[in-house]
């Protein structure tokens, strides 16, 4: 079992930055590849990026696409998704989520989550 835990979250304005961190706990993530998922309101929840279990491969929607960095310290059991250039759009709940497969934009896939964090984008 791993626990996941995020934090980071926050108003800004838009143009702002946050970095958000999701801690794991219980199992240690370098056997996981991560996730970060959205949600806003009516919403679907949506792929935000993903990382391998390495770091060495990552993905990302096409709509955070060289806004969003997601990277992982294995040794602190901690995956990060650095958000720069926010938008108004980027309003959501954001989750971290863990799989012991291969990263992947499915969310179904994932095996663990944390409860989420809230990012609100103001003007």
């Known amino acids: 079992q791993v626990q996941l835990v995020e934090s980071g979250g926050g108003l800004v304005q838009a143009g702002g930055s946050l970095r958000l961190s999701c801690a794991a706990s219980g199992r240690t993530i370098s056997t996981y590849a991560m996730g970060w998922f959205r949600q806003a309101p009516g919403k679907e929840r949506e792929f935000v990026a993903s990382?391998?279990?390495?770091?060495?491969?990552?993905r990302y929607a096409d709509s955070v696409k060289g806004r969003f960095t997601v990277s992982r310290d294995n040794a602190k059991n901690t995956a990060y998704l650095q958000m720069n250039s926010l938008k108004l759009e980027d309003t959501a709940v954001y989750y971290c989520a863990a799989t012991p497969g291969q990263s992947t934009v499915i969310a179904g896939a994932y095996n663990y989550w944390g409860q989420g964090t809230q990012v609100t984008v103001s003007s």
């Open positions: 990382i391998s279990r390495s770091g060495g491969f990552t």
